[in-house]
């Protein structure tokens, strides 16, 4: 759950208190309540498995999605600290971090090769089960994120130019329906 359709200061949040709560409930108390509902039935039995989901905006601070990218650190951190707890106990606490994935949240965007639709992510980050208890959840992924860090280092990411560069963009909503449009007209069109 992010605050808005587009990048935005902290103070330009819609309905901020609802949304802020929203945020957190959603994507750091939800984490951490479920957690502690299923541990212990886990450290019980001897064996268990949490998959957690945090973000590729999780990995960096992102300004403009500061909330989202907060909550979403705290996911990565709790989850690695869990794992490093309890795997002695038979327990694996996964944290998947992803980038884009085609979900009614990124507005079912079109499926390419940077893209995921939601299924192939999933099919592909469960294949990463036992392997690392940290992943992006597949290779383009993976390699989408050691792209931005090389190509977008934190100096860049942090700067005013590019807070001025990314606050001048359309919102998703706009973006995604634009990009829909033409993708009809261009199937109308070519039959």
Sequence with gaps: MTCTDHFAYFLETPDAEQKITQIINCNTLSVTQMTRLVLPGMVDRGTGLIINISSEMGV?????????????????????????????????????????????????????????????FAYEAVNTVGHSSYTSGCLSHALQSAALSLLLPDWLR??????????????????????????????????
Excluded: D
């Design 60 to 120: 960096r601070p992102h300004p403009l999605v500061a909330l989202y990218s907060a909550t979403k650190i705290f996911v990565t951190y709790f989850s690695r600290c869990l794992h490093a707890e309890y795997k002695s106990m038979g327990i694996t606490v996964q944290c998947v971090a992803p980038l884009m994935v085609s979900t009614n949240m990124t507005h079912n965007m079109q499926v390419n090769c940077l893209v995921k639709s939601a299924s192939a």
């Design 158 to 191: 942090m700067s005013s130019f590019l807070i001025r560069v990314l606050k001048s963009l359309p919102n998703t909503k706009t973006c995604w329906r634009k990009a829909s449009q033409r993708k009809e007209r261009f199937t109308v069109t070519k039959e």
